[in-house]
């Protein structure tokens, strides 16, 4: 049932981060002077501030602040980028977009230049700091890092320095609108928007998974490491295929490199938790041999208090497959009370679908 389960979850994951991803929506808290606002706040500090005003629907593009990184795959060769031939502007900003619109209007429009570099240099000291500038879906937003001395009590002030930014960037993606009209899509918009989806749907997923295995004591699989280490060299090869995937769909484009990092690092968590977790439910689910009954000594019982986890019951015991030491496990409650420490104890094991053993039931003796 996990198993299947497993799948289900993965899909609606994968789904759900696509149309999140895509659409790039989000809710203003509130309007001052026609830029729209909203703060992402986490353990009650503002770390995120999103300042946006409607603009043409169908105008596509993302900037963001030009880092090391960017520089070090643009080097190599894995990204290409296009250069408008204002340095001040080069310098500063990564276009992380192939939209052949956006590359003219860039390069022979100096007001559209000016205004992006307003947005993004402006700051006010270790308040804020412009990350990105999107448009996409009828909205164009900035999204600017929140520093530690920031209060939400400054936003009409800063609401009001940029306004008259926003307003002139999105006067000159109108006039841009007006030539090129639905020519404003990014070609491999789309194709990254579905390899981060499935990327960041495998992490939550996992999470989810991994989340789930913490509230069950029974069954468990007797060495966790066995999975864990083929988990690692599966998911090897999952990243390699995935990075191929990657680089021959979207070529050099401007987010190619983008796209990868994502894929080994948040993608590479959650290929490796799924692969565990589906492994491990596997193993159980799809075992139909009989299994093997081994009596065992209890060595000690304890217990032991989290104060978010509550009290956890655990069992040491010799090792019943070899006489090499003891083995330890937590179990609930139930089982925990009627087991005597230095007393005998029954494990019903099975060998497992995919060779890892695994525990289904324990009783005292």
């Known amino acids: 049932m996990w198993f299947l389960f497993g799948f289900l979850t993965i899909s609606i994951c994968i789904c759900v981060e696509f149309w999140r991803r895509h659409l790039s929506r989000w809710a203003p808290e509130n309007t001052i002077e026609g830029l729209?606002?909203?703060?992402?706040?986490y353990k009650g500090k503002v770390t995120w501030i999103s300042l946006g005003i409607v603009c043409d629907k169908h105008?596509?593009?993302?900037?963001?602040?030009?880092?090391?990184?960017?520089?070090?795959?643009k080097r190599i060769g894995v990204s290409n980028e296009f250069e408008t031939g204002d340095s001040s502007f080069d310098d500063l900003?990564?276009?992380?977009?192939?939209?052949?619109?956006?590359?003219?209007?860039?390069?022979n429009t100096i007001e559209f230049r000016s205004a992006v570099k307003?947005?993004?240099?402006?700051?006010?000291?270790?308040?804020?700091?412009?990350?990105?500038?999107?448009?996409?879906?009828?909205?164009?937003?900035?999204?600017f890092k929140a520093g530690s001395d920031y209060s939400e009590g400054r936003i009409p002030i800063i609401v009001k320095a940029l306004t008259k930014e926003f307003k002139a960037l999105g006067h000159a993606v109108q006039q841009v609108s007006l030539i090129s009209g639905s020519r404003w899509a990014d070609p491999f918009v789309i194709k990254a928007a579905i390899l981060l989806a499935?990327?960041?749907?495998?992490?939550?997923?996992?999470?989810?998974?991994?989340?789930?295995?913490?509230?069950?004591?029974?069954?468990?699989?007797?060495?966790?490491?066995?999975i864990v280490r083929d988990a690692l060299g599966y998911s090897i090869l999952f990243m390699l295929v995935f990075a191929l995937i990657a680089i021959y769909w979207l070529g050099r484009s401007a987010r190619t490199h983008i796209v990868l990092v994502e894929l080994m690092t948040v993608g590479a968590f959650g290929i490796f938790l799924t692969l565990a977790t589906e492994?491990?439910?596997?193993?159980?689910?799809?075992?139909?041999?009989?299994?093997?009954?081994?009596?065992?000594q209890v060595v000690q019982k304890y217990t032991t208090k989290g104060r978010r986890s509550g009290t956890k019951y655990h069992l040491v015991v010799k090792d019943w497959n070899c006489d090499c030491g003891n083995y330890s496990?937590?179990?609930?409650?139930?089982?925990?009370?009627?087991i005597v420490e230095g007393g005998q104890m029954q494990v019903l094991q099975h060998q497992g679908h995919l060779h890892y053993p695994w525990v289904s039931q324990i009783r005292a003796l």
């Open 36 to 41: 729209q606002y909203k703060h992402d706040s």
């Open 59 to 73: 105008a596509s593009f993302s900037l963001k602040r030009q880092s090391w990184l960017d520089n070090l795959f």
């Open 93 to 107: 900003i990564y276009l992380v977009s192939d939209n052949k619109t956006l590359h003219y209007a860039l390069a």
């Open 118 to 143: 307003n947005i993004m240099n402006f700051g006010v000291a270790s308040q804020l700091e412009a990350r990105e500038i999107c448009c996409r879906n009828g909205r164009l937003w900035g999204r």
């Open 198 to 226: 499935v990327s960041s749907g495998l992490a939550i997923n996992g999470a989810i998974q991994f989340f789930r295995l913490q509230f069950g004591k029974l069954p468990f699989t007797v060495d966790y490491l066995l």
């Open 279 to 296: 492994m491990r439910d596997m193993n159980m689910e799809m075992d139909i041999a009989a299994p093997q009954t081994y009596t065992t």
């Open 329 to 338: 496990f937590t179990v609930p409650d139930y089982i925990y009370f009627p």
